[in-house]
């Protein structure tokens, strides 16, 4: 399973104003704490790793170049380098996106046992999985990726996908009652087939 621990807002803002002020380290460290969440959030959405990899470069360097210009971020550099990483996909596609199927495997939890019958059935809830998140928007994905994926906040997400908070809460909504509905469907085909 894909698992970031991003740290806490006041240790964000602190590397972020020291990285404004041209420190190497802090950027080192910006660029070591983000590429992983950055990377697996545009993998989600590209099926080649080495294009997903360009894209999450692509923000950093970005990030770089925009640290001492106006339109830096001077706050919610998480919301910031998400934002950039959404806009550097949406450039590449031109139109939104589905979650890659691929992708999916990575971002469901990892098997606790060796055991084969576990291994089942996990494939056979991946596979549920799957089947279910593609079949949901690709608003409705991307606001449980970034909501319960990468773990942000309304505001972050709804900065990130240019909404207002109250929207990202309905969609939100919409998105976890589709899924449930989902979920609920293909358990049902898998149990009768």
Known sequence: MILIVLPDITIEDRLLAQARQGDREALMRIYDTYFPPIYN???????DTLLAEDLASDVFIKLVETLRGRNAPHHSLRGWLFKVARNRIHDHYRANKNITSEAIEEWLPSPTSDEPEEQFIRTVQIEQARTALLNLSADQQEVLVL???????????ADIMDRNVSAIKSLQFR????LRQLLGETSQEFGNG
């Open 175 to 178: 998105a976890v009652n589709a």
């Open 147 to 157: 909501r319960f994926g990468q773990g942000l906040g309304l505001q972050e997400t």
């Open 41 to 47: 959030f545009i993998r989600l959405r590209v099926d």
